[in-house]
Every structure is written in structure tokens, then in C-alpha cells.
């Protein structure tokens, strides 16, 4: 099988440089496996501590939900109190930090996922990460909206759900896609999007809102950007039609995931956008969300970020453009 050589791609949004060695997907593998079959879950189980009526692991009963509910995280990684100043100076440095979490559950049917959700219960949940942005972003400088999905992403529940992380600073990510953006030529993903719609090898789904891309640095191996096609920021600024269509290819990425290697698909995933911060200079953004899921091979084998990776910089065997063209077959 011919493959390209082994090269070098730039993250745009980020700086960083990803190493790309196609010819390493024809290596053995005799490293980790394991199964990943799952039990059929039932749509409520009383041990759950996120589903209608149970009791939560803080001592708190959740009501008897049956759409989307929200709560303050019982263990917050993030607190809204005012803490004592750090006193300046000295070799090491630190700096307080200030803010709140919450938990979204998605459903209260505990067998639910995004992905095997209709487009209206998606939508509902869509509305939730918009309400948030705009209620947690008057306070707070960033809010960081995300999901880990599955216990190989090191999610505490099966139960469908995700979390929001509001602070009091810019985190150091969105920081570097803040600068990388400001720096560029017009809107960078304005720009992103018009070279993937010319190349078209990389896109995975779109519509007239959206569009989904294995990107051109992708880092995992099936790593999704979502980015809207329309000028907008933050999530609270989607049109009712975006928030519509997005709905809908979120429905269309996350059911080929699972049909990739036949398995409930782990990822994280979280949306990016202008940090609340910034206020109305921001201009240079445009509203994405990130998916990295892990897995690599099939169902059982994963993505590692060791070694090379870890000490040295990013690095992927398989192409961005062959994981698209996989992913698309199965829309």
C-alpha cells in the first residue's frame, strides 16, 4: 500500500506542530486489547446518582426530571469564594483561582447518548450550553463547556451528561487559540473553512451552519473540528436555524463514531469560544467545538499519548484524510 511520507503539519489554531508517519499503520500490534462490550442499560438505574430521584454522591436528591436538568457540581474543581491573595514574588509562581461548575445531564433516560438522541432532544440540550454561556459568561472571564463520554475518557457515569467549568482567568489552551486567532489574516476558521470546502478530502459532514472536518493538524485519530459557518462568537449567538442544524450534524458525526468500530464511541469533546473576557474584542473569533476520541484501530485498541508524545511533540499514524473518507462512509 502506497502511503506519504513521514512530515510535519502546523496547528493553526494552537502553534503547535503535529509529526504524521502514515507507514507505521502496517506495524503489528501486540500491545493492549481488551473487550469493550457493555451491557444494555436500563433507562433508569436507582445506583446512579445523576438519574430522576436518586440521591446524589453530595446528599442532595435530584427532582424527578424529565428533560434536561442542571446542578452545581457536588465537587467542584472550581469555587466561587474569595480566597486569600497570593503574595507576589519568590522562584515558584502561583495565582488564585475562582469559579463554578455545574453538571448537565442530558436526559433522564440513563441509556440516552447525544448520539442516539432525536434531533428535538438534542436541540434541548443545545439550548442548555447556550443559556449556560451566556448566564456563567457575565460573571466569569471563560466558560468552558465539555463532555467526557465513556469510562476510557474517564467519565465518573454512564448516565448521558456533561459539565461546565466558568472562571474567574482564560484558561492556557484558549489562551493560545486567542493569540493564534488574533495574528491571522481575517477570520482564521473563516479561512479554515473555505480551504476544506475547496480540498473537500477532509470534511466528515456540513450544512449550511456547520461544518465538520477531520482537521488538516488533527492530533487523534479520528479528531473532529465543528465549526460554525456563520460569524458568530459564542454559543448564545446561534440563529434558531444554526442551533437547528447543528442539532442535526451533531446527530450525523456521533452516529458515524459509533459506527466506526461497532462500540458505544468514547471522546472528550468541548466548545470553544470567545472568552467572556474579551468583551466585544473578539472579532477575530468564530465559534468550534473540539472531539477526541481515543480510539485508533478498533473497538479495543487506542491511542496512546506516551513516549515521543509526551516528551517531544505530537504524533499520528493515520491521516487525517483517511479518517475522514472512513468516517464519511459511514454518514
Partial sequence: MSLDPPHRRKN????????????????PWQGERKSTAAAARASHDPDC???PGNLRSGGQHNPAYDAVFTFANDFPALEARETSPVEPGGFFQEMPARGEAR??????????????????????????????????????DH???????????GASSPHPHGQVWASDYVPTLVEREDACQRKADGSLLANVIAAEDEASERIVASNAHWQAVVPHWAAWPFEVLLIARD??????????????????????????????FLTDFPYSMGWHGAPHALGEDCAHWRLHAHFYPPLLRSA??????????????????LTPEAAAERLRRLM
Fill in 49 to 51: 446518582y445523576l438519574c
Fill in 143 to 153: 466558560v468552558q463547556i465539555f463532555e467526557n463520554k465513556g469510562a476510557m475518557m
Fill in 103 to 140: 453538571v448537565i445531564c442530558y436526559s433522564p433516560d440513563h441509556s440516552a447518548t447525544l448520539a442516539g438522541m432525536e434531533d428535538p432532544q438534542r436541540r434541548a440540550v443545545i439550548e442548555e450550553w447556550c443559556r449556560l454561556s451566556a448566564e456563567l459568561g457575565a460573571r466569569w
Fill in 300 to 317: 479495543e485498541i487506542r491511542k496512546h499519548m506516551v513516549g515521543f508524545e509526551l516528551l517531544a511533540e505530537t504524533q499520528r499514524d
Fill in 12 to 27: 493553526l489554531l494552537t502553534g503547535e506542530w503535529v509529526l504524521v508517519s502514515p507507514q507505521r499503520m502496517n506495524r
Fill in 231 to 260: 460569524d458568530v462568537r459564542r454559543l448564545e449567538e446561534l440563529t434558531y436555524d444554526a442551533r437547528d442544524a447543528l442539532a442535526a450534524i451533531l446527530g450525523r458525526v456521533l452516529t458515524a463514531y459509533d459506527r466506526l
